[in-house]
């Protein structure tokens, strides 16, 4: 494929830059809808979705894999929606495959403050989006956290503290990552 694809890591160090250098800004995670379904060529699908994101006003925008783009955009999250939403009418319009897309929206600061959180945000609200019937862009939820105890083996929690301490981070804040990261490789919906 003649696309460059950014690798989890580059995402993240991107995402990081633009924590550093900008004060606002939103953050788009796009996914194509049910292209599976259909027997559409998911290389002839990228190229064109990113030939209408080319023609479009977005300026920045990422290959991240699978049929997944992600967005960023120097405006607030309302006015980055109303881009959003017209450029879905656009989609409709210009495209050669009959596929819709959904997204999850993020505003920085609000929704978080570490390259992580801002990810796992939209990708809430990607999720959202998905349970909602698809071909929606959404906003995450208020974000609080829902307590779930599980077992674990002694291994497994003698091994996730030595990490904690040596990456001075909370044992909490490992597994939430971890989950997130099985999520990835693991997405069907």
């Not at 190229?47 to 300026?59: C, G, I, P, T, W």
């Not at 105890?149 to 301490?165: F, G, H, V």
């Amino acid at each position: 494929m003649n696309i460059n694809i950014l690798s989890q890591d580059e995402l993240l160090h991107l995402i990081n830059s633009k924590l550093e250098e900008q004060n606002v800004f939103s953050m788009a995670l796009i996914d194509l809808d049910k292209w599976n379904d259909k027997s559409f060529n998911l290389e002839e699908l990228i190229l064109d979705f990113r030939r209408v994101l080319e023609s479009s006003n977005f300026k920045e925008f990422h290959y991240i894999g699978r049929d997944e783009f992600i967005l960023f955009v120097d405006e607030s999250i309302e006015k980055t929606f109303q881009q959003l939403f017209e450029f879905k009418l656009y989609w409709e319009r210009d495209r050669k495959f009959e596929v819709t897309y959904s997204a999850g929206l993020v505003s920085v600061p609000s929704h978080g403050n570490t390259p992580e959180e801002v990810l796992r945000r939209a990708e809430e609200g990607l999720y959202k989006a998905k349970q909602q019937g698809r071909n929606m862009i959404c906003q995450p939820d208020n974000g609080s956290l829902v307590l779930k105890s599980n077992y674990y083996y002694k291994y497994q929690l003698e091994r996730l503290k030595t990490i904690a301490k040596k990456q001075k981070k909370k044992e909490s804040e490992i597994l939430r990552l971890a989950l997130d990261e099985y999520f990835r490789r693991h997405d069907d919906i």
